[in-house]
């Protein structure tokens, strides 16, 4: 994609060939092989079927902001970790991808616990998985809870002064927690967006009667925008309502672009100020983005296609039946279906006013993200011991296993590539089906393998 700074120029061709190359999709759509399903290239990071070409194009050019790179004159930073939306999701192969390595393109949260408290008295470890928001201290002051890893005097010395300089922010000395957040992928977040909160809720009822001791908990979060509470279904701890919110937050603590929905800018002055000479280099003002480039994004990935199901066998229907033996689909849940009728904002809006589209190929649509968006105690050894909404320590989203076939990094900090490991890590209310996976003979591990690497 060519980064020009006239995203206009671009588009009509963008646009044209991007019609050409759907209805290639299209027309092959039933001719896919084995190998075409394992292709990232060939399945991941189109927009869903059925758009009409208002909405495509739309798409295209949300597709466009998504990667391009921003610059200090713009509103990057000034401190920041990417210069685009891609470049955490997908870069350099497919857009909405996961992070390409589980260093810089990951995010680094920190915390203490509140000195004096009673839980800041006894060994970590004893407390790491219980862990609330009112025991925790997120370093608000000194640039917490999320470290920015980059400045743009230091990306761009070319274009300030020696005397006019920001320092990169640094991790408080005292930050015993620590939490490494590996960059997830984006394909059919737009479904799981429009999943009523009802559902949510019935979901986290029905655990509670079948299986009390595996039941999930509920995360409900405020709107940005509406100011109301929803069922949390983003972010690691579902700490994020929906695709605005998550974007919001992303493109204010990964790019630095503030928005009339966070416009807190981000400093590593314990008085969250940044340099008059750093501020005065900001050409377009506070908030840096008016609405068009937040309402561009949210809707481009809401439209991206989930990843589609791959080759299935002998091997992997007899994974699936071991799958829901060991109760893994009891929190893992297959399927989920959209609400009856999906509006997302529209790019063209005349904001601050909001204009709505309808988007029928998304309504009543059954989906199978395998996940119950329910958060789980997974034990002592996945704790971070950072709270967020109403999530503990220790508890985390249930992960959609949708595409966990092109999955490089596994678990929430990315510690593993192997599926075997991250299987025998689940701890807490995982705890039981790692213990039966690992009785398992070698012949039903394998199915059971198989059947998670045809997802």
Avoid at 296 to 308: D, H, K, R, V
Avoid at 389 to 394: C, F, L
Wanted: aromatic share 8%; hydrophobic share 35%.
């Amino acid at each position: 994609m060519n980064h020009s700074p006239s995203l206009k120029l671009n588009l009509p061709v963008l646009f044209s060939l991007s019609v050409v190359m759907l209805s290639g999709c299209a027309a092959n759509k039933h001719q896919l092989t084995d190998a075409d399903l394992n292709d990232p290239a060939k399945v991941l990071g189109k927009p869903i079927d059925g758009l009409n070409s208002s909405q495509l194009n739309k798409y295209w050019q949300g597709e466009a902001l998504f990667k391009k790179e921003f610059t200090p004159e713009e509103g990057l930073g000034p401190l920041f970790n990417g210069k685009s939306c891609f470049e955490c999701h997908g870069q350099p192969l497919v857009v909405g991808g996961e992070g390409r390595d589980n260093s810089s393109t990951s995010i680094m949260n920190y915390a203490r616990r509140v000195p004096g408290s009673e839980k800041a008295k006894k060994p970590l470890k004893e407390v790491i998985q219980g862990l609330r928001k009112i025991d925790v201290d997120f370093f608000l002051t000194q640039g917490g809870p999320s470290l920015q890893k980059r400045t743009i005097t230091t990306e761009f010395p070319a274009k300030f002064p020696f005397e006019c300089q920001i320092d990169a922010e640094r991790m408080p000395i005292d930050a015993e927690l620590q939490s490494n957040r590996h960059s997830p992928p984006l394909f059919g977040d737009g479904l799981i967006d429009q999943i009523p909160d009802g559902l949510i809720a019935q979901q986290a009822l029905e655990e509670r009667a079948t299986n009390p001791a595996l039941a999930g908990t509920p995360i409900s979060a405020v709107d940005r925008y509406f100011e109301s509470a929803r069922a949390g279904r983003f972010g690691w701890k579902n700490q994020h309502v929906n695709m605005f919110n998550f974007t919001t937050g992303a493109l204010n603590i990964e790019v630095g672009l503030t928005t009339y929905a966070n416009n807190t800018e981000n400093s590593s002055d314990p008085l969250g100020d940044n340099p008059t000479c750093i501020r005065a280099f900001n050409k377009v003002g506070n908030p840096n983005d008016k609405g068009k480039i937040l309402l561009a994004l949210t809707y481009f990935q809401s439209l991206l296609a989930p990843p589609p199901r791959g080759p299935i066998n002998d091997q992997v229907k007899a994974g699936e039946k071991i799958f829901e033996k060991l109760d893994c689909a009891f929190c893992h849940r297959p399927t989920w279906k959209t609400g009856p009728k999906v509006m997302l904002p529209d790019p063209d809006s005349p904001l601050p006013l909001i204009n709505y589209i309808e988007i029928k190929p998304m309504e009543n649509v059954e989906f199978h993200p395998y996940t119950d968006f329910l958060v789980h105690d997974m034990g002592p050894e996945l704790a971070d011991g950072i709270p967020q909404e109403g999530a503990r320590g220790g508890e985390w989203r249930t992960v959609p296993l949708w595409g966990l076939r092109f999955k490089k990094f596994l678990l929430h900090d990315g510690r593993t590539r192997d599926i075997h490991e991250a299987i025998l890590m689940h701890g807490g209310q995982g705890e039981d089906s790692a213990k039966r996976y690992q009785e398992l003979n070698s012949k039903d591990k394998e199915a059971l393998l198989a059947f998670l690497k045809s997802l």
